[in-house]
């Protein structure tokens, strides 16, 4: 047996219930949930997204060889602290991607299909066969995709174009990407996939959403703070937007019964979920363990 290495499992979230399967040998494996962690001891870390990984934790992180956190996204993570400790990172996007690019492409749909005034005359008993042009269903032809060089973000462009719809892709790390302010003024439907940064927190506030094509859809399933929920939600009451869809929230949880309204679908960051999750993970976490021991390449490194 190989030298042996501590992994801390500090805590996991409500989808991660499944022991860690599939590590190498001589890899022993420590959970804690609570904030007195043994993290000297941790070789490996691997957090969910409510764990934050701060620079008083990082400075804690003596032995450590690797962070690795189940998640997509990484802004519970400081990079800097991590990065000047020399600590790499790595994060686990495939094993929610299609479940959150198939709520994304949901919203769009059910929104532009105007399905919930259609749901909601139907719970009043009234037959609206007759009221088509009113209640104003479209097939959205012209889609922006927010982070459109992201694991998700290209996935989502693909399954769009396949579609048949035209994709303004934007992102800074893609070539050839489509200036975000012209986007958001051609588009009629916004579907939001890009990380959490200083510049991108509060991307879609009042002036921005002022700005989009009237009658246009904004889907947010990425990170909450890249949307003020309430200046969506006002421009809805407006009529300013036709359709706005919300998984992710400023803080959680949300009060989501202020957000009411046929034109507005929110799920309660569901959207990466799927009954196979806690097996992805596992099975994530597990691939960059055995990459770090080997000596090889980490998946998914931030």
């Given at each position: 047996?190989?030298?042996?290495?501590?992994?801390?499992?500090?805590?996991?979230?409500?989808?991660?219930?499944?022991?860690?399967?599939?590590?190498?040998?001589?890899?022993?494996?420590?959970?804690?949930?609570?904030?007195?962690?043994?993290?000297?001891?941790?070789?490996?870390?691997?957090?969910?997204?409510?764990?934050?990984?701060?620079?008083?934790?990082?400075?804690?992180?003596?032995?450590?060889?690797?962070?690795?956190?189940?998640?997509?996204?990484?802004?519970?993570?400081?990079?800097?602290?991590l990065r000047a400790a020399g600590i790499p990172a790595c994060r686990l996007p495939l094993a929610r991607r299609d479940a959150v690019i198939h709520t994304a492409l949901g919203m769009v749909l059910s929104l532009g299909?105007?399905?919930?005034?259609?749901?909601?005359?139907?719970?009043?008993?009234?037959?609206?066969?007759?009221?088509?042009?009113?209640?104003?269903?479209?097939?959205?032809?012209?889609?922006?995709?927010?982070?459109?060089?992201?694991?998700?973000?290209?996935?989502?462009?693909?399954?769009?174009?396949?579609?048949?719809?035209?994709?303004?892709?934007?992102?800074?790390?893609?070539?050839?990407?489509?200036?975000?302010?012209?986007?958001?003024?051609?588009?009629?439907?916004?579907?939001?996939?890009?990380?959490?940064?200083?510049?991108?927190?509060?991307?879609?506030?009042?002036?921005?959403?002022?700005?989009?094509?009237?009658?246009?859809?904004?889907v947010n399933t990425a990170r909450g703070p890249l949307v003020d929920p309430a200046a969506a939600f006002a421009a809805i009451r407006?009529?300013?937007?036709?359709?706005?869809?919300?998984?992710?929230?400023?803080?959680?949880?949300?009060?989501?019964?202020?957000?009411?309204?046929?034109?507005?679908?929110?799920?309660?960051?569901?959207?990466?979920?799927?009954?196979?999750?806690?097996?992805?993970?596992?099975?994530?976490?597990?691939?960059?363990?055995?990459?770090?021991?080997?000596?090889?390449?980490?998946?998914?490194?931030?």
């Amino acid at each position: 047996m190989g030298p042996e290495y501590t992994l801390l499992r500090w805590g996991r979230a409500e989808y991660e219930d499944h022991a860690l399967r599939g590590l190498p040998e001589g890899v022993a494996v420590v959970e804690e949930a609570g904030l007195h962690a043994p993290l000297e001891e941790a070789d490996v870390l691997v957090v969910p997204s409510r764990r934050r990984v701060t620079a008083e934790v990082v400075a804690r992180l003596r032995r450590c060889r690797l962070v690795i956190t189940t998640t997509s996204g990484y802004d519970h993570l400081d990079m800097d602290a991590l990065r000047a400790a020399g600590i790499p990172a790595c994060r686990l996007p495939l094993a929610r991607r299609d479940a959150v690019i198939h709520t994304a492409l949901g919203m769009v749909l059910s929104l532009g299909r105007r399905f919930g005034r259609f749901s909601a005359a139907a719970a009043e008993g009234r037959w609206t066969r007759g009221e088509l042009r009113r209640i104003g269903a479209i097939c959205p032809s012209t889609v922006a995709v927010i982070g459109a060089a992201g694991v998700i973000g290209s996935r989502m462009a693909e399954i769009l174009r396949a579609m048949g719809l035209s994709v303004l892709p934007v992102d800074p790390l893609l070539p050839g990407a489509v200036p975000l302010d012209q986007a958001v003024a051609e588009a009629e439907v916004i579907t939001l996939h890009c990380e959490l940064t200083p510049s991108s927190r509060g991307m879609f506030g009042a002036e921005r959403i002022a700005a989009m094509r009237p009658g246009a859809i904004l889907v947010n399933t990425a990170r909450g703070p890249l949307v003020d929920p309430a200046a969506a939600f006002a421009a809805i009451r407006s009529g300013r937007l036709s359709g706005l869809g919300l998984d992710v929230f400023p803080e959680k949880p949300w009060p989501l019964a202020g957000l009411v309204h046929p034109d507005v679908l929110v799920s309660p960051h569901a959207a990466g979920w799927h009954p196979g999750l806690g097996a992805a993970c596992e099975a994530g976490v597990a691939e960059a363990v055995r990459a770090l021991l080997a000596g090889k390449g980490l998946p998914w490194q931030i």
